[in-house]
Structure formats: structure tokens, C-alpha cells
Nanobody, 125 residues
Framework: QVQLVESGGGLVQAGASLRLSCAAS????????MGWFRQAPGKEREFVAA????????YYRDTAKARFTISRDSAKDTMYLQMNSLKPEDAAIYYC??????????????????WGQGTQVTVSS
């Protein structure tokens, strides 16, 4: 079993930055990839970014490419999401997830096997 714990959320003003972390624990952790999703009130959960664990290849939703950076520290079993120039529309609960099966569809929730509980990001205008 794998446990994922997010941290780093909070309340910031528009234009500020935040760095989210997702720490994995449990069994020997060797995912195919990890990803970040977010869910705003009244909206469906949406893909934000993903990173392949072995080679660090990254994938982003189009609106996140310019301002967000996903990274990982394999030695610490931890993934990060650096978010810059935050906008009110970025406000959401951010979830991290781990995909354990090679070839999983990383842009879809169905591609992931484990999920964290989420961390709230609030952006004031």
C-alpha cells in the first residue's frame, strides 16, 4: 500500500507563488509516474501536470505550462509543484496521485492508482 501526503497549500494573493509537495510512504515506491490534479468548487477534478518517475519527462495542461513546474526527488519519494503568478482561477484543492502501471494515461484520473487527501490553495484577488 502507498500513502501520499500533500503539503504546501495556503492562502496567497494573486501574483504570489506556492510550492506544493507530495510525499509518498509505504511499500517500496517505484511508480511509473506521478501527477497533480485540482478541483475547484462546483467543478470536476482536472489534470494539472505529471512527471515520469524514471526519466523525469513532464506533461502539463496547456494553461499550466507557463506558470507551473513539476519536479521530483526520487531519493525522497517526493514530488513538487512550483506554482508562480497565481491567479484566482487557480484556487482549488490540489491532489497528488501515483500511477503504478507503465503506459498509464497520465492526463486522466483513471490512470492513477493512489491518491492523496488534497491540499487547499486559495488565491485572493
Amino acid at each position: 500500500q502507498v500513502q501520499l501526503v500533500e503539503s504546501g497549500g495556503g492562502l496567497v494573493q494573486a501574483g504570489a507563488s506556492l510550492r506544493l509537495s507530495c510525499a509518498a510512504s509505504g511499500r517500496t515506491f517505484s511508480p511509473y509516474a506521478m501527477g497533480w490534479f485540482r478541483q475547484a468548487p462546483g467543478k470536476e477534478r482536472e489534470f494539472v501536470a505529471a512527471i515520469a518517475w524514471s526519466n523525469g519527462n513532464t506533461y502539463y495542461r496547456d494553461t499550466a505550462k507557463a506558470r507551473f513546474t513539476i519536479s521530483r526527488d526520487s531519493a525522497k519519494d517526493t514530488m513538487y509543484l512550483q506554482m508562480n503568478s497565481l491567479k484566482p482561477e487557480d484556487a482549488a484543492i490540489y491532489y497528488c496521485a501515483a500511477a503504478m502501471v507503465p503506459g498509464a494515461l497520465l492526463g486522466s484520473e483513471s490512470g492513477y492508482d493512489y491518491w492523496g487527501q488534497g491540499t487547499q490553495v486559495t488565491v485572493s484577488s
